[in-house]
């Protein structure tokens, strides 16, 4: 049994993605609430049905049936509420991969507070930004003392904060949430008057993991769930009653994406595997021992994947591998094809959305290095500065067409930002910053973020073009290619790289020419990197995007007069 056919328009095979475009529609009930609407209808139909395997690196492992989801958030709402959470009140959720996420987060739906997932990477400050910004009232994590030491630190500038709860051993002056909630019934009838929540009220606010500036609150409402039926059915191809695994620390988007909502409306459970440390290997034998059937990671990730044996793990009862977070390089999805005989999947959305492109089941033939088509709820265009679409092949920016409705998935707004808002609507349209191109078939390439892209010597270069380029060879794993102020270009290109084992011992005056060398032979001139820089990591976002800003920024005001002037 699966529900999402209860919010499709037409219940039925696409035949192509032209007929999936055209006819693929979802539908809400009034006053969906995904914990009443999803997990209690399942816990009544069928009971027994599996939704989360969990295991950690100790070997601890525990089966969540939807009844014990049910059951237990239940309780976790009745918990909340005596300590007096209400509708509208805001609660960070600082878990990591826990499985006491999975029931919270459900739990405070019930109740209609709006849910705030976090990272255990913050730092004081962050933490003190985010709770004056959404005036948090609880903020719940487990016993980890570094970033339990950051939220103690963070409380005598966070007023609104009236408990810190740990899921862990009794901490302190802390709240032992296992402590006090398993003593209470499993027992909170859905809520009704002014308590009941509504389609259109705040249910989940993320702060965008910040490429530059402050971090924004993202809003989106009790029907945001509905929308990533397209991204779990479609794009990650789950099936009913299968195991599907995403790659994600529950503090970002991509945890809502792919840990939660549209897997478990079509019906699959959850693999959570709870690591201290991502081991290639590792996550090679838990795809094989337990007979993954969907999974999804960042293209980092199949990076280091593709460099394993992979002849010693049996991978054939994953029918879907899927990739979002970044540009999949086209080396990576080859060497992946020719070891697997699988392709990956790429999909591409923001935490603002659902997904907003995709290779979406074999409705089309997919392009490496592209992100796919645009998902039917979207009205998508590709826009220059006037707000005016651009042709076939010509760079724009990716918007988002909302004057005659808002789609499902898209963000209410920014929280309590209205200017910030009306800026990002502005035109009757969404706008994603992100600039692209969309081929005479309509697949979408993805060039850069708008403040990402180089102006060299009259040139527009894309730093994804460039990092493909180079990450075709075997000495680099990662690459992070950004702009350099130049008197005579006015930007020079340089390449930041990761040197893969085995590389980083040899000379980098060698390696520099051996890359300069390649980049020549398979691109543009006007292309090719002329500063390079060797580093042991790249600086990312919480949610593993690569930094280029805080590349940019280190190198501003640094002398370019001994760039290499030979090409």
């Known amino acids: 049994m699966e529900l999402s056919h209860e919010f499709l328009v037409e219940d039925r095979e696409f035949k192509d993605y032209d007929d999936f475009k055209a006819h693929c529609r979802l539908k809400t009930i009034p006053d969906f609430n995904f914990a009443y609407d999803i997990v209690d209808r399942y816990a009544k139909d069928c009971p027994g049905k599996r939704a989360l395997v969990w295991i950690d690196d100790n070997n601890d492992e525990e089966t969540f049936t939807f009844d014990d989801i049910s059951r237990e958030s239940k309780r976790a709402a009745y918990w909340l509420t005596s300590r007096g959470i209400k509708k509208g009140d805001t609660v960070m959720l600082i878990l990591r991969r826990r499985y006491e996420w999975w029931i919270l987060m459900p739990a405070l739906h019930r109740i209609g507070a709006i849910v705030i997932p976090a990272t255990d990477q913050l730092l004081q400050s962050d933490i003190e930004y985010r709770t004056n910004a959404a005036d948090v009232k609880m903020i719940i994590t487990y016993n980890n003392p570094n970033i339990m ?7 005598p500038k966070s007023p609104s904060v009236k408990y810190l ?10 709240i032992s949430f296992h402590e006090e909630y398993e003593r209470l019934p499993a027992e909170f009838p859905r809520p009704v008057g002014e308590a009941a929540t509504h389609n259109d009220d705040p249910m989940l606010l993320y702060f965008t993991s910040g490429t530059s500036g402050y971090p924004k609150m993202v809003l989106q409402n009790f029907d945001y769930p509905i929308g990533h039926i397209i991204t779990a059915k479609y794009w990650h191809g789950v099936l009913d009653d299968g195991l599907h695994l995403s790659i994600a ?8 994406w792919g840990k939660l909502y549209g897997q478990w409306i ?3 459970a959850q693999f959570v595997y709870d690591m201290n440390m991502f081991k290639p290997a590792k996550m090679l034998e838990m795809i094989s021992k337990y007979g993954l059937t969907t999974f999804c990671a960042p293209p980092t990730v199949y990076r280091f994947l593709v460099r394993q044996d992979l002849d010693k793990y049996d991978l054939s009862k994953c029918v879907r591998f899927s990739t979002a977070g970044e540009a999949l390089n086209d080396e990576v999805f080859n060497k992946w094809l020719e070891k697997t005989g699988k392709k990956i999947f790429e999909g591409y959305g923001q935490t603002e959305s659902t997904i907003i492109c995709g290779n979406f089941m074999e409705y089309s033939p997919i392009k490496p290095g592209s992100m796919g088509r645009p998902n039917p709820l979207y009205d998508v265009a590709i826009l220059n500065e006037n707000n005016k679409p651009v042709p076939t092949g010509e760079v724009g920016e990716l918007c988002i067409h909302v004057e005659d409705g808002h789609p499902f998935g898209l963000l209410v707004g920014y929280y309590r930002d209205v200017v910030l808002t009306a800026d990002a609507f502005d035109g009757g349209w969404y706008h994603t910053g992100d600039n692209v191109y969309m081929d005479e078939e309509g697949y979408v390439m993805f060039v850069g973020r708008k403040d990402d892209i180089i102006k060299t010597a009259g040139y527009r270069v894309s730093p994804f073009e460039v990092e493909s380029i180079l990450q075709k060879h075997p000495a680099v794993m990662e690459c992070a290619v950004t702009g350099v102020d130049d008197p005579k270009r006015g930007m020079a290109i340089k390449a930041t790289i990761v040197l893969s084992p085995g590389y980083d011992s040899k000379d980098p005056a060698d390696m520099e020419r051996e890359l300069s060398t390649f980049a020549k032979e398979n691109t543009a001139m006007y292309k090719c990197p002329r500063i390079f820089e060797f580093v042991k990591e790249l600086p990312k976002t919480i949610s593993g995007k690569i930094r280029r800003v805080e590349i940019r920024e280190k190198d501003k ?3 370019t007069q001994n760039i290499k002037q030979d090409f």
């Open 149 to 155: 030491g950051e939220i103690e630190k963070s409380m």
């Open 165 to 174: 709860v740990t899921v862990g051993e009794p901490h302190g002056d802390w």
């Open 249 to 256: 620390e529950t503090g970002w988007a991509k945890a809502t």
């Open 266 to 268: 079509c019906g699959t």
């Open 557 to 559: 005001g640094k002398d």
